[in-house]
T-cell receptor, first 111, second 117 residues
Framework: GQNIDQPTEMTATEGAIVQINCTYQTSGFNGLFWYQQHAGEAPTFLSYNVLDGLEEKGRFSSFLSRSKGYSYLLLKELQMKDSASYLCAVRDNQAGTALIFGKGTTLSVSS | DAGVTQSPTHLIKTRGQQVTLRCSPKSGHDTVSWYQQALGQGPQFIFQYYEEEERQRGNFPDRFSGHQFPNYSSELNVNALLLGDSALYLC????????????????FGPGTRLLVL
Protein backbone atom coordinates (compact mmCIF):
# COMPACT_ATOMS: atom_id res chain seq x y z
CA GLY A 1 0.00 0.00 0.00
CA GLN A 2 0.91 3.63 0.11
CA ASN A 3 1.73 5.70 3.17
CA ILE A 4 2.87 9.30 3.48
CA ASP A 5 3.99 10.88 6.75
CA GLN A 6 4.70 14.50 7.58
CA PRO A 7 4.68 16.45 10.85
CA THR A 8 1.30 17.83 11.86
CA GLU A 9 2.43 21.28 12.94
CA MET A 10 5.52 23.50 12.86
CA THR A 11 6.20 27.03 14.05
CA ALA A 12 8.87 29.50 12.97
CA THR A 13 9.63 33.22 13.03
CA GLU A 14 9.80 35.74 10.22
CA GLY A 15 13.11 35.70 8.35
CA ALA A 16 14.01 32.21 9.52
CA ILE A 17 14.48 28.99 7.54
CA VAL A 18 12.21 25.98 8.03
CA GLN A 19 12.43 22.43 6.70
CA ILE A 20 9.28 20.32 6.36
CA ASN A 21 9.98 16.61 6.03
CA CYS A 22 7.96 13.97 4.24
CA THR A 23 8.52 10.21 4.20
CA TYR A 24 6.66 7.90 1.89
CA GLN A 25 6.17 4.24 1.05
CA THR A 26 4.93 3.34 -2.42
CA SER A 27 5.12 0.35 -4.73
CA GLY A 28 5.98 2.25 -7.89
CA PHE A 29 7.21 5.78 -7.22
CA ASN A 30 6.63 8.16 -10.11
CA GLY A 31 7.09 11.66 -8.73
CA LEU A 32 6.62 13.76 -5.60
CA PHE A 33 4.80 17.07 -5.37
CA TRP A 34 4.57 19.80 -2.76
CA TYR A 35 1.49 22.01 -2.55
CA GLN A 36 0.72 25.03 -0.36
CA GLN A 37 -2.81 25.45 0.95
CA HIS A 38 -4.00 28.53 2.81
CA ALA A 39 -6.99 28.02 5.08
CA GLY A 40 -10.20 27.68 3.09
CA GLU A 41 -8.41 27.84 -0.26
CA ALA A 42 -7.29 25.41 -2.96
CA PRO A 43 -3.85 23.78 -2.91
CA THR A 44 -1.37 25.61 -5.14
CA PHE A 45 1.53 23.80 -6.81
CA LEU A 46 4.98 24.54 -5.38
CA SER A 47 7.41 21.92 -6.64
CA TYR A 48 7.94 18.58 -8.37
CA ASN A 49 10.75 16.04 -7.89
CA VAL A 50 11.17 12.76 -9.70
CA LEU A 51 14.98 12.38 -9.62
CA ASP A 52 17.20 12.52 -6.54
CA GLY A 53 18.49 15.91 -5.59
CA LEU A 54 17.51 19.46 -4.88
CA GLU A 55 15.17 21.63 -6.95
CA GLU A 56 15.34 25.34 -6.16
CA LYS A 57 12.64 27.91 -6.91
CA GLY A 58 13.25 31.27 -5.33
CA ARG A 59 12.71 31.07 -1.55
CA PHE A 60 11.44 27.47 -1.83
CA SER A 61 13.54 24.35 -2.47
CA SER A 62 12.55 20.70 -2.49
CA PHE A 63 14.80 17.68 -2.04
CA LEU A 64 14.21 14.03 -2.89
CA SER A 65 15.96 10.80 -1.97
CA ARG A 66 14.20 7.88 -3.64
CA SER A 67 16.31 5.23 -1.91
CA LYS A 68 15.26 6.59 1.49
CA GLY A 69 11.66 7.40 0.53
CA TYR A 70 12.26 10.91 1.81
CA SER A 71 11.67 14.46 0.73
CA TYR A 72 11.81 17.86 2.33
CA LEU A 73 10.55 21.32 1.49
CA LEU A 74 12.85 24.14 2.54
CA LEU A 75 11.45 27.62 2.99
CA LYS A 76 13.92 30.49 3.36
CA GLU A 77 13.43 34.09 4.53
CA LEU A 78 10.06 33.23 5.99
CA GLN A 79 7.24 35.74 5.65
CA MET A 80 3.94 35.93 7.51
CA LYS A 81 2.12 34.99 4.30
CA ASP A 82 3.92 31.63 4.35
CA SER A 83 1.63 30.56 7.21
CA ALA A 84 -0.32 27.75 5.54
CA SER A 85 -0.64 23.99 5.28
CA TYR A 86 2.02 22.26 3.18
CA LEU A 87 0.95 19.06 1.48
CA CYS A 88 3.30 16.34 0.30
CA ALA A 89 1.83 14.16 -2.48
CA VAL A 90 3.20 11.14 -4.29
CA ARG A 91 2.33 9.69 -7.67
CA ASP A 92 2.47 5.92 -7.74
CA ASN A 93 2.52 3.89 -10.96
CA GLN A 94 0.03 1.46 -9.46
CA ALA A 95 -2.39 4.34 -8.91
CA GLY A 96 -1.87 5.83 -12.34
CA THR A 97 -1.67 9.60 -12.22
CA ALA A 98 -3.73 10.00 -9.06
CA LEU A 99 -1.99 11.90 -6.28
CA ILE A 100 -1.72 10.34 -2.83
CA PHE A 101 -1.54 13.07 -0.22
CA GLY A 102 -0.18 13.21 3.28
CA LYS A 103 -2.28 14.92 5.95
CA GLY A 104 -0.35 18.14 5.58
CA THR A 105 1.90 20.21 7.85
CA THR A 106 0.44 23.40 9.27
CA LEU A 107 3.16 26.05 9.44
CA SER A 108 2.66 29.09 11.63
CA VAL A 109 5.01 32.04 11.08
CA SER A 110 5.16 34.65 13.82
CA SER A 111 6.82 38.08 13.95
CA ASP B 1 -5.42 32.47 -18.76
CA ALA B 2 -8.44 31.08 -16.89
CA GLY B 3 -7.58 28.71 -14.10
CA VAL B 4 -9.70 25.86 -12.78
CA THR B 5 -13.18 26.99 -11.80
CA GLN B 6 -15.75 25.19 -9.65
CA SER B 7 -19.37 25.79 -8.76
CA PRO B 8 -21.05 26.26 -6.42
CA THR B 9 -18.63 27.53 -3.76
CA HIS B 10 -20.78 26.37 -0.87
CA LEU B 11 -23.69 23.96 -0.57
CA ILE B 12 -25.89 22.73 2.27
CA LYS B 13 -27.85 19.49 1.86
CA THR B 14 -29.64 17.04 4.13
CA ARG B 15 -29.00 13.33 4.54
CA GLY B 16 -30.35 11.23 1.71
CA GLN B 17 -30.32 14.03 -0.84
CA GLN B 18 -28.30 14.10 -4.04
CA VAL B 19 -25.79 16.75 -5.10
CA THR B 20 -24.02 17.74 -8.34
CA LEU B 21 -20.77 19.70 -8.33
CA ARG B 22 -19.24 21.25 -11.44
CA CYS B 23 -15.71 21.91 -12.66
CA SER B 24 -14.15 23.64 -15.67
CA PRO B 25 -10.50 22.79 -16.26
CA LYS B 26 -7.65 25.19 -16.88
CA SER B 27 -7.36 26.29 -20.49
CA GLY B 28 -5.44 23.67 -22.51
CA HIS B 29 -6.02 20.82 -20.04
CA ASP B 30 -7.97 17.70 -20.95
CA THR B 31 -8.05 15.67 -17.73
CA VAL B 32 -10.07 16.26 -14.60
CA SER B 33 -9.53 14.62 -11.22
CA TRP B 34 -11.79 14.93 -8.19
CA TYR B 35 -10.65 14.86 -4.56
CA GLN B 36 -12.43 14.94 -1.21
CA GLN B 37 -10.74 16.84 1.63
CA ALA B 38 -12.10 16.41 5.12
CA LEU B 39 -11.21 19.02 7.74
CA GLY B 40 -7.61 18.68 8.88
CA GLN B 41 -6.81 15.98 6.31
CA GLY B 42 -5.07 15.84 2.97
CA PRO B 43 -7.15 15.45 -0.21
CA GLN B 44 -8.29 11.92 -1.08
CA PHE B 45 -8.59 10.86 -4.71
CA ILE B 46 -12.11 10.04 -5.89
CA PHE B 47 -11.72 9.51 -9.64
CA GLN B 48 -10.24 10.88 -12.84
CA TYR B 49 -11.82 11.57 -16.23
CA TYR B 50 -10.19 11.75 -19.64
CA GLU B 51 -11.85 11.56 -23.05
CA GLU B 52 -15.24 11.47 -21.30
CA GLU B 53 -14.39 8.20 -19.54
CA GLU B 54 -13.53 7.35 -15.95
CA ARG B 55 -9.87 6.30 -16.15
CA GLN B 56 -9.06 5.71 -12.50
CA ARG B 57 -11.04 5.42 -9.31
CA GLY B 58 -10.06 5.71 -5.67
CA ASN B 59 -11.64 3.90 -2.74
CA PHE B 60 -15.05 5.56 -2.85
CA PRO B 61 -18.47 3.87 -3.03
CA ASP B 62 -20.69 3.81 -6.11
CA ARG B 63 -22.72 6.67 -4.63
CA PHE B 64 -19.98 8.84 -6.08
CA SER B 65 -20.22 9.13 -9.86
CA GLY B 66 -19.04 11.54 -12.46
CA HIS B 67 -19.14 12.71 -15.99
CA GLN B 68 -16.92 14.56 -18.42
CA PHE B 69 -18.27 16.59 -21.30
CA PRO B 70 -16.77 17.14 -24.78
CA ASN B 71 -15.47 20.57 -23.67
CA TYR B 72 -13.50 18.76 -20.89
CA SER B 73 -15.64 20.16 -18.06
CA SER B 74 -16.78 17.67 -15.47
CA GLU B 75 -19.44 16.93 -12.88
CA LEU B 76 -19.27 15.02 -9.62
CA ASN B 77 -22.53 13.49 -8.40
CA VAL B 78 -23.09 12.12 -4.92
CA ASN B 79 -26.28 10.18 -4.16
CA ALA B 80 -27.84 9.31 -0.82
CA LEU B 81 -25.75 11.83 1.07
CA LEU B 82 -24.36 10.89 4.47
CA LEU B 83 -23.17 13.18 7.25
CA GLY B 84 -19.65 11.91 6.55
CA ASP B 85 -19.77 13.32 3.03
CA SER B 86 -19.35 16.83 4.48
CA ALA B 87 -16.04 18.03 3.10
CA LEU B 88 -14.28 20.31 0.63
CA TYR B 89 -14.51 18.82 -2.86
CA LEU B 90 -11.59 19.77 -5.06
CA CYS B 91 -11.31 19.49 -8.79
CA UNK B 92 -7.86 19.35 -10.38
CA UNK B 93 -7.04 19.61 -14.05
CA UNK B 94 -4.00 18.42 -15.95
CA UNK B 95 -2.72 17.24 -19.31
CA UNK B 96 -3.24 13.52 -19.78
CA UNK B 97 -0.18 11.32 -19.63
CA UNK B 98 0.97 8.02 -18.19
CA UNK B 99 4.72 8.39 -18.32
CA UNK B 100 4.91 10.81 -15.46
CA UNK B 101 6.47 14.21 -15.71
CA UNK B 102 5.96 17.78 -14.65
CA UNK B 103 3.74 18.47 -17.65
CA UNK B 104 1.15 16.25 -15.95
CA UNK B 105 1.08 18.41 -12.81
CA UNK B 106 -2.42 18.81 -11.40
CA UNK B 107 -3.75 22.32 -10.75
CA PHE B 108 -6.59 22.73 -8.29
CA GLY B 109 -9.74 24.79 -8.35
CA PRO B 110 -11.06 26.72 -5.31
CA GLY B 111 -13.29 23.82 -4.25
CA THR B 112 -16.91 23.36 -3.24
CA ARG B 113 -17.58 23.16 0.48
CA LEU B 114 -20.42 20.70 1.09
CA LEU B 115 -22.22 20.50 4.41
CA VAL B 116 -24.62 17.61 4.99
CA LEU B 117 -27.08 18.06 7.86
Amino acid sequence: GQNIDQPTEMTATEGAIVQINCTYQTSGFNGLFWYQQHAGEAPTFLSYNVLDGLEEKGRFSSFLSRSKGYSYLLLKELQMKDSASYLCAVRDNQAGTALIFGKGTTLSVSS
Amino acid sequence: DAGVTQSPTHLIKTRGQQVTLRCSPKSGHDTVSWYQQALGQGPQFIFQYYEEEERQRGNFPDRFSGHQFPNYSSELNVNALLLGDSALYLCASSLYGTSGGQQETQYFGPGTRLLVL
